[in-house]
């Protein structure tokens, strides 16, 4: 799968027929006489990580993915915390705390999430757990192995992680 097609038509590949790439839209013939779907372009980023694993969880690089969902993501180098946030949601990790904290600023009411494993810091770059980005985003994401599929709230392909050894 790339950025080319959709999650919603690569799960519907066995009635695809063809999908061609336009320049604003995507088409995809459908089998059995079904009419056209037209489904919109997005943007999509493709990127190629080393696997970074800890006690059997895939660790992902943070700035990337959050921008990818419409996140600003800010770094406090002295106190060593991430913050990501859009205008409902503000998250805080700080680098080897298996703890994340969760606010809501709509109603400013916050928790604290217990990580799998810490968030890292490695080369510069803020790695978290994969299932932390699903819970505090509300992304769907799809892990394949070899490549991490990160989709909006509407099913939009926002990211893929090319994973290798």
């Not at 400013?108 to 505090?136: C, Q």
């Not at 994401?141 to 893929?160: E, K, L, T």
Request: include cysteine; glycine fraction near 6%; charged fraction near 20%.
């Amino acid at each position: 799968m790339s950025c080319q097609m959709t999650p919603a038509a690569f799960f519907r590949a066995e009635r695809v027929i063809a999908v061609l790439r336009g320049r604003s839209v995507w088409i995809a013939f459908l089998l059995l006489g079904l009419s056209p779907a037209m489904l919109p372009a997005q943007e999509c980023t493709e990127l190629t990580y080393t696997r970074v694993q800890e006690q059997g969880r895939l660790l992902v690089p943070m700035r990337v993915i959050f921008e990818a969902l419409n996140m600003q993501v800010e770094w406090d180098a002295q106190e060593r915390i991430v913050y990501a946030y859009d205008n409902d949601t503000l998250m805080a990790l700080k680098i080897d705390d298996a703890a994340a904290v969760l606010m809501d600023r709509q109603t400013n009411e916050s928790s604290t999430v217990d990580l799998d494993v810490p968030a890292r810091l490695i080369g510069g770059v803020t790695f978290v757990p994969l299932r932390f980005v699903a819970e505090a985003s509300g992304a769907e994401v799809d892990y394949h192995g070899d490549r991490v599929v990160i989709s909006d709230g509407d099913g939009n392909a926002v990211m893929i992680i090319h994973i290798v050894d």
